[in-house]
């Protein structure tokens, strides 16, 4: 799959530990430019993990992670972030005391500086495109409403404008459709059906129908490692994947 | 042989009030999370206390120990019920509403007991002095020593073996997981800061005898004892006890070797590499953030 | 939201304008004094507000900048009096009574007009830069960075009052030339020192006004929000907060110099913890994410508080009341007079604008666990 395509972000033997936990074990884990990749496992997997190394919200305690040809997991945060890494949080986070144009603003962020943000005001160049975002997320009508006053799924595509905002080249999505109505799931399975091949996408999470709506491949970790990778049929078919949700209801509903 | 006898003795004296001082802001900051810069006035008005009972009652500091503890236990958990309580989620807010707490005890002190110097009288029975070692040592300052050691096992005890101190434990760990088993976080909060509260107020009662009482003390106080806690890690009472007893004979030496002021100074930038480079504390494991 | 931005800078213009008409109407030189005074705290509050309200660092040492820059402006008039000296060498009088024989290296450049006022103003700059550095480099948020500011101020003070030979110690730097610029005298109970304060803080104002409304303004604040978050946006949050912690710095330091030259002397006291509780009080009464809230709350605060100054036992009630007004206000009005009045002013019907009944306050979103500010 990853053969014909110029690969992104690889992690190689990438390890965390906390206090001895290891939460991501000797993970060995690739994904080529303008794939959508969905990472899923059980609860406590480390799913999350795995995106927190490459954004470097965690740092590996051993192996290396690689995006774009470069080292990435020695720079400090801020640098990972500018050379093109974005994340949405299982947590939706966004800034809940500005309003929602506010926000898109600051994840327009492809001039991070100090001196140059001293001067661009409010209702710039990017005004256009982040109204178009946010027609695109159907947050057009609250751009002046305060983040703390959206829904909670409103809140979810607010983030996940934020990223697009932010344009990286790689969008690293942890549980998007979390708390979403099955309409508003639907309408993220087509959005992110949209983004395709602009950028590449790695998506974690558990709702299989969502899931086999977007993917094309899927890669499975258990206990930290990476226990199957293939077509969502693959998968399912999978004995050592099925042994690993066992327990936790079968693979559709974990 | 004598002078470092005397030395240490003078270190042991100075570690026991930084004890008794930082102890009530330890357990109040290490349960809550909140710095409680009222903590000095609480002393202040403990040592108060103790001269209130003297000059009005004559009643001596040892016979007004448990009242005063009661009064400022009271103070503390009336403070926790009408302001605290609504600041567990603005840590930034608890310190300035503290303050300003602090502030106002202050004044309310000033206008009604007056703003001059003001002495409280030892115990009959404890102003002499005995010999250790062949050096000789106030018998009263043993006894602070004493009591110190004492409020500190006393309170260790509390934490570790009593049902109460599981519940505070748990609810240090994870305050929305220890709710959900039924633990009133809240009414643990209260008891903590009244308790913490009515330590500090025995401990100005009991450091009364040993310096003169003003309005201001209470100053000192808070940042020798904040000292004690940042030095000793936030959720850790042995970090407490070890760090008074490293800290109370460090000043002891360096305030025979150098001057008041620079000694002052470099405490304070002590506490502030600390706070920077190890904030979990010296005497605490590194804890998971 | 362009309608709003023009309100606000008619009420900005509206009340600077006022402010420098005051001489127009009072010509008591001992009143033009201490209304001076009072605008000097007021571009204080404005200082606090920018790195508190906006960015949510509470700097509990903002006197040090203040401090600092008015020590330079006292350093500098020291020096223009004539005779400077007791001695021969040209020495200011408190170092020939400590036997002080030279001028001292950091005394020096202060000969200089254009340094010392420059360094009024960057010298604080730098100082903040580098604390600023040392805090918010090592991910220190919250209180222990409000704590940091605390103590190094302390600090501040004890080095000033301990190095008496060269600070003037206790004492401070007194009996200071009188401040002459561009051929303009500014004798302190004059009116011409009362328009350079205001120009000053009307000056200040406007720029901290551009420098919130600016894309790094709304960085400051999504930080004051969530730090974590602007982080992986790209953004280096530190050296946001280190900008904007200097920023604030350097508008105490000339709020400082104005201060020497109304008040013809510098004194450790000006480094001291209680003008910085006062800066605290002061920003958290008018409204510490507004501006102009924090500046009109220094103004009538210590305009109060000076009214009442006539009488000593009344001075002292009056700081039991603000302790009270101040607990009271943390506990219930956390944006101050100004949140205040705008909330009263968003209540009132407005043109049939039905969305703007969405907009009330929203919940205090609460902090990280109290364990804050350690590194993560
Ligand atoms: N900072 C940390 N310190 C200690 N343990 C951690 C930390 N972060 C994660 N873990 C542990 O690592 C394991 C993996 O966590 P992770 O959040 O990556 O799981 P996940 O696959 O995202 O699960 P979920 O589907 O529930 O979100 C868990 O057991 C978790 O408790
Ligand atoms: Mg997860």
Redesign the interface.
């Known amino acids: 799959m990853t053969g014909n395509r110029e690969q992104l972000l690889a992690l190689r033997q990438a390890t965390v530990s906390f206090q001895g936990f290891v939460a991501v074990d000797r993970l060995d884990f690739s994904v080529a430019a303008g794939e959508l990749r969905c990472l899923i496992g059980p609860n406590g997997a480390g799913k999350s993990t795995t995106l927190d190394l490459i954004c470097g919200k965690s740092r590996i305690t051993s192996g290396e992670i690689i995006f774009r040809g470069e080292p990435i997991h020695t720079y400090r945060e801020f640098r990972m972030a500018r050379t093109g890494i974005g994340r949405k949080f299982q947590v939706p986070s966004v800034f809940r005391e500005l309003t929602v144009m506010e926000n898109l603003e600051i994840g327009c962020s492809r001039e991070p500086g100090v001196w140059h943000n001293l001067f661009r005001f409010s209702g710039g160049a990017d005004t256009e495109r982040l109204e178009r975002l946010a027609l695109l997320v159907g947050l057009q009508d609250e751009l002046s409403t305060q983040a703390a006053h959206l829904s909670h799924g409103q809140t979810q595509w607010l983030e996940i404008a934020l990223i697009l905002a932010q344009d990286p080249a790689l969008i690293l999505m942890d549980e998007p459709t979390a708390g979403m109505t099955a309409h508003e799931t639907n309408m993220t399975a087509e959005l992110f059906n949209r983004l395709r091949g602009q950028h590449t996408l790695i998506v974690v999470e558990h709702d299989m129908g969502f899931v086999r709506d977007i993917a094309e491949t899927i890669s499975v970790m258990h206990q930290g490692r990476l226990l199957a990778q293939g077509t969502a049929d693959e998968i399912s078919e999978d004995p050592g994947v099925r042994e690993a949700y066992l327990g936790s209801g079968g693979i559709g509903h974990a | 042989m004598d002078f470092v006898v005397s030395q240490i003795l003078t270190g042991l004296s100075l570690s026991s009030i930084l004890l008794l001082v930082a102890l009530g802001l330890a357990i109040i900051?290490g349960v809550?999370?909140?710095?409680n810069l009222a903590h000095g006035e609480f002393v202040m008005l403990g040592a108060y206390g103790a001269w209130l009972l003297q000059t009005q009652f004559g009643w001596n500091v040892l016979a007004s120990l448990f009242v005063i503890f009661l009064a400022i236990a009271l103070l503390g958990w009336l403070l926790e019920a009408t302001?605290i309580r609504?600041?567990?989620?603005?840590?930034?807010?608890t310190?300035?509403?503290t303050?300003?707490?602090g502030?106002?005890i202050q004044?309310?002190v000033?206008?009604t007991a007056g703003g001059e110097l003001r002495y409280v009288q030892m115990p009959p029975g404890l102003s002499g002095s005995v010999d250790i070692l062949g050096a000789t040592d106030s018998a009263y300052r043993l006894f602070v020593l004493g009591v110190a050691l004492g409020l500190f096992a006393l309170t260790w005890s509390i934490y570790r073996y009593t049902t109460f101190g599981l519940k505070l434990r748990a609810i240090t760990q994870n305050r929305a997981i220890a709710s959900s088993f039924g633990i009133n976080s809240g009414q643990a909060y209260r008891a903590t800061f009244a308790y913490g509260a009515g330590i500090a107020g025995l401990a100005g009662a009991l450091i009364s005898p040993l310096k003169s009482v003003s309005p201001e003390m209470g100053?000192t106080y808070v940042v020798d004892a904040?000292m004690v806690v940042v030095l000793g890690g936030?959720?850790s009472l042995m970090g407490t006890l070890a760090s008074s007893a490293v800290l109370g004979e460090a000043s002891g030496l360096l305030a025979y070797f150098s001057?008041d002021?620079?000694a002052?100074?470099l405490v304070?930038?002590a506490?502030?590499i600390i706070?920077?480079?190890r904030?979990?504390g010296l005497f605490a494991p590194r804890v998971?953030? | 939201m362009s309608g709003k931005l023009t309100r606000q800078f008619l009420i900005y213009g509206a009340v600077c304008l006022c402010i420098l008409l005051v001489p127009v109407v009072v010509d008591d030189a001992f009143l033009l004094n201490k209304y001076a005074r009072y605008l000097v705290f007021g571009m204080l509050a404005i200082a606090l507000s920018l790195s508190w309200g906006y960015a949510g660092i509470l700097n509990l040492g903002q006197a040090t900048t203040f401090g600092i820059g008015s020590y330079c402006m006292a350093m500098f008039l020291k020096l223009k009096t004539v005779p400077v000296h007791t001695g021969s060498e040209g020495l200011p009088d408190f170092m020939v009574w400590n036997n002080v024989t030279e001028l001292p290296w950091i005394w020096v450049p202060f000969q200089s007009t254009t340094f010392s006022l420059l360094a009024g103003i960057l010298l604080p700059a730098l100082f903040a830069a580098l604390l600023g550095w040392f805090i918010f480099g090592g991910r220190i948020a919250g209180v222990y960075a409000a704590i940091i500011t605390l103590a190094v101020m302390v600090v501040a003070n004890l080095i000033i009052i301990d190095q008496q030979s060269y600070t003037g110690g206790f004492n401070g730097i007194t009996d200071l030339a009188e401040f002459s610029f561009l051929g303009i005298d500014f004798d302190a109970y004059s009116a011409s020192t009362y328009y350079l304060v205001a120009a000053s803080l009307t000056v200040t104002l406007f720029l901290a006004l551009a420098v919130s409304r600016s894309k790094t303004g709304l960085i400051l604040q999504a930080v004051r929000d969530q730090e974590e978050r602007v982080r992986f946006f790209g953004y280096d949050v530190a050296l946001y907060k280190t900008f904007v912690f200097a920023l604030s710095a350097g508008i105490a330091g000339l709020a400082g110099m104005l201060y020497t030259i109304v008040m013809e002397f510098a004194s450790p006291t000006f480094l001291g913890v209680p003008l910085s509780l006062s800066i605290v009080i002061w920003v958290a009464v008018g409204g510490r994410q507004s501006l102009i809230g924090a500046m009109l709350g220094a103004i009538l605060v210590t305009g109060v508080q000076g009214a009442l100054s006539e009488s000593e036992a009344f001075l002292e009630t009056w700081t039991l009341i603000m302790g009270g007004l101040f607990v009271l206000i943390v506990l219930l009005m956390p944006k101050g007079l100004a949140g205040a009045i705008e909330a009263l002013v968003r209540r009132l019907p407005q043109a049939g604008n039905g969305r703007s009944a969405r907009h009330t306050e929203p919940d205090h979103r609460p902090e990280t666990h109290p364990n804050l500010g350690g590194t993560q």
Do not use: C, E, S
């Open positions: 900051y809550t999370g909140v710095i302001v609504h600041l567990y989620d603005r840590p930034l807010d310190i300035l509403a303050w300003g707490l502030v106002m004044q309310i000033r206008l100053t904040f936030v959720q001057n002021t620079i002052k100074a304070l930038v506490i502030v706070i920077r480079f904030p979990q998971r953030a």
